[in-house]
């Protein structure tokens, strides 16, 4: 089962929008696309997920391509509390394989 | 705050103890979750429980033991553990096992002496 691509770290400043890239060419039909975040010391935390549409909540946006190969978290205005690794994710039945994920910096 | 609660947080055991990580949810989920986390690598999932029956165990050594008593409880009892085996142990839980999001605790760590 392949696992998605991420960039290892992005760096961004407080208060930008940050774009969080991810390929996962061998999605199927029925994956959903998840996306977590872990802060130092915790679980990881859902952030967002979404199947084929455009996803908004009170946390980011998810754009997913037209094809679903590849998709964009966006944080809309990073904050130093975003700072943490981002982990994108296809959900299949019963399982969540996790990347190595995006190690993402915010600078004051 | 998680809605998903670890105790311990934190154990240390050598490696002939039997200690036992319990996991707890009042959210109504039905799939539960055990990962293991070792330093800077992402989770790897371990066992997955659904309506209260193990559903996978992803190849884990038999000296990890996983139990659903409930629905709202998930046990990880842990026997002749290994140095290897120190990592951050998570669970999760979940409405059902098909693309729903999971919710996880903040773990315990495990120290094998």
Known sequence: ????????????????????????????????????????????????????????????SLAIAEDRKSSTLIL??????????????????????FGQGTRLTINP | DT??????????????????LKCEQHMGHRAMYWYKQKAKKPPELMFVYSYEKLSINESV?????????????????????????SALYLCASSHGVSGQPQHFGDGTRLSIL
């Open chain 1, 76 to 97: 809309h205005r990073a904050t130093l509390r975003d700072a943490a690794v981002y982990y994108c994710i296809k959900r299949g039945a019963q399982k969540l394989v």
């Open chain 2, 3 to 20: 809605e998903v609660t670890q105790t311990p947080k934190h154990l240390v055991m050598g490696m002939t103890n039997k200690k036992s």
């Open chain 2, 61 to 85: 050594p038999s000296r990890f033991s996983p139990e659903c008593p409930n629905s709202s409880l998930l046990n990880l009892h842990l026997h002749a553990l290994q140095p290897e085996d």
């Open chain 1, 1 to 60: 089962d392949a696992k998605t691509t991420q960039p290892n770290s992005m760096e961004s400043n407080e208060e930008e929008p940050v774009h969080l890239p991810c390929n996962h060419s061998t999605i199927s039909g029925t994956d959903y696309i998840h996306w977590y975040r872990q802060l130092p010391s915790q679980g990881p935390e859902y952030v967002i997920h979404g199947l084929t549409s455009n996803v908004n909540n009170r946390m980011a």
